[in-house]
């Protein structure tokens, strides 16, 4: 039997239909392959797109932190322009134009405070200059705090009366005899021993606005903050003449000078400056005193004590017997107390016992009725109080040593 035509054709047709099939798939398969390829290089390079952005953040990261803990500058936003953002430096009053990111663009408007680095790149905003005001001056248009509140300290109040209070309330009366009334009083003692109370005193007694501020709290910020805040303080008591000018911790500005050059001892010493000339600067005779207060008298650079600065300086000690028990006196007061209590003996007891000490004895006597669901304090309250609160202060001395 011989294959007729058809059945020759047909595994020829078959054998091209499958060839043509082969070569398709052969051709899609290039196709695929070389896309595969395109795909592999481009992966590859979104890889080392993606290692270099990784590197980029990973330094970024790294400036950031170094931005943030090198020494800063204040500066104010004048302009935002289209090349950058116009600062003015606090201190020197210098204008600088400095790159800024998208983000950081958006969230800045002139008038802004801004913390810069020694390159002049904004590091941070700042809160509003009110703010740091507010929490380092204490404005208080009448104290409330007489004389007689003062328990022990009786020649201290006459000499702020003649230092503080005179010039304030007969300024004529220097004029006439022909003498300047010391420039600046400085009130030095262990803490808690009644420095601001005689501040607040002779505010109140002279009717004067009672300007508080903390010389701590002036250094700890942002560099060329504090000879500014110095500057505002002393407007402010030009406001408000007649006035009382109360510096506490003045050894935070006023320290001797070290050997240490760092950024931090030239911000200090910047703030002093301001301060003396500040002080320079003043009318004695001027309706505003200036009184500073310090634990750490020796710590203090004798350049805030020449004539014409803080020339005039009072010592303010722990009370003696006598004082203990004058204020034992004064913050009992308003108290209910038994018959019997003996404040000689209690104040004979409460040896090295500070005025701020009393006055917490006091209150804790009181705690001690109350935990006893009594409303008359006893002598023996007093006692507890006092051995509670040197127990405390004991083991703040532990505490203090360990940390
Ligand atoms: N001599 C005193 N007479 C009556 N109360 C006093 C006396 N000294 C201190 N106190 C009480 O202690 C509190 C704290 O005193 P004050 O703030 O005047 O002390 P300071 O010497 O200024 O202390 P620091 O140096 O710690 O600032 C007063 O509010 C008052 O209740």
């Not at 294959?3 to 078959?14: A, F, K, R, S």
């Not at 005179?166 to 003692?189: A, Q, R, W, Y």
Request: charged share 35%.
């Amino acid at each position: 039997m011989t294959d007729t035509v058809d059945d020759v054709d047909q595994p020829y047709d078959d054998d091209v239909s499958k060839q043509e099939k082969i070569e398709a798939l052969e051709e899609q398969l290039d196709l695929l392959e070389s896309q595969n390829e395109e795909m592999r290089d481009e992966l590859l390079d979104a890889n080392a797109e993606n290692n270099k952005y990784k590197q980029k953040l990973e330094r970024l990261t790294h400036e950031n932190k170094k931005l943030k803990q090198s020494p800063l500058f204040v500066a104010t936003v004048q302009e935002l322009t289209e090349d950058g953002v116009v600062i003015k430096q606090h201190g020197n009053n210098q204008e600088a134009l400095t790159e800024v990111t998208e983000e950081m663009r958006e969230d800045l408007e002139p008038d802004d405070r801004v913390a810069v680095n020694n390159s002049l790149s904004i590091v941070k905003t700042l809160e509003d200059e009110t703010d740091v005001r507010a929490r380092v001056m204490q404005v208080d248009q009448s104290p409330d705090v007489t004389y007689q509140d003062i328990g022990g300290l009786d020649d201290q109040v006459s000499e702020v009366r003649e230092t503080v209070e005179m010039p304030l309330k007969s300024p004529e009366m220097f004029d006439e005899v022909g003498i300047d009334p010391p420039s600046g009083v400085l009130l030095h003692g262990p803490p808690g021993t009644g420095k601001t109370m005689l501040a607040k005193a002779v505010a109140n007694q002279t009717d004067a606005t009672f300007i508080k501020m903390a010389g701590s709290e002036l250094v700890h910020k942002f560099i060329g903050e504090g000879a500014k805040l110095v500057r505002d303080l002393f407007e402010l008591a030009r406001q408000h003449e007649p006035s009382v000018l109360f510096i506490d911790e003045i050894d935070a500005i006023a320290a001797k000078r070290t050997d240490s050059k760092t950024s931090g001892d030239a911000e200090v010493q910047r703030t002093m400056m301001q301060l003396l000339s500040e002080m320079d600067g003043f009318d004695e005779r001027g309706e505003i005193r200036i009184i500073a207060a310090t634990n750490r008298f020796d710590m203090l650079d004798r350049a805030i004590l020449r004539p014409g600065r803080f020339d005039r300086l009072i010592e303010v000690p722990k009370p003696d017997e006598t004082g203990r028990e004058q204020i034992f006196k004064i913050h009992t007061r308003g108290m209910n107390l038994a018959e019997t209590v003996d404040f000689e003996s209690l104040a004979a007891e409460a040896t090295d016992a500070s005025g701020a000490e009393i006055k917490a004895i006091c209150t804790e006597a009181g705690m001690f009725a109350i935990r006893d669901d009594r409303t008359e304090v006893t002598e023996a309250d007093f006692r507890d109080a006092w051995e509670k609160i040197q127990a405390e202060e004991s083991d703040d001395e532990v505490s203090k040593t360990f940390a």
